[in-house]
């Protein structure tokens, strides 16, 4: 698999799992579980990060009332995750 196609498999995981989170399901366990698996990958981390950030944008442009608002605040919660590697 490429590098590009799965940081983008990766961030449209956590973006499966945010949407457990939105729609009130458990999802803090399986966000910390693939974050550290993403961490222990040098490098990764990062990119992934920054494809989580450009997914944020797109969530807001396409969502000026705010409806995705909880989504977005796990996303950005993944990406400080991802950061503190």
Same mark, same amino acid.
């Given at each position: 698999m490429s590098d590009n196609?799965?940081?983008?498999d990766l961030a449209?995981?956590?973006e499966s799992i945010a949407t457990d989170?939105?729609?009130?399901?458990?999802?803090?366990?399986?966000? *910390?579980? %693939?974050a550290s698996r993403v961490r222990e990958r040098p490098g990764m981390a990062p990119r992934v990060a920054h494809a989580l950030g450009i997914m944020i944008q797109l969530i807001g442009?396409?969502?000026p009332e705010g409806r995705f608002a909880a989504?977005? *605040?796990? %996303?950005?919660?993944?990406?400080?995750?991802?950061s503190d590697a």
């Open positions: 196609r799965e940081i983008l449209n995981r956590f989170g939105f729609e009130g399901r458990p999802y803090r366990p399986a966000l *910390a579980a %693939l442009e396409s969502d989504k977005v *605040a796990i %996303l950005r919660d993944t990406m400080g995750m991802l």
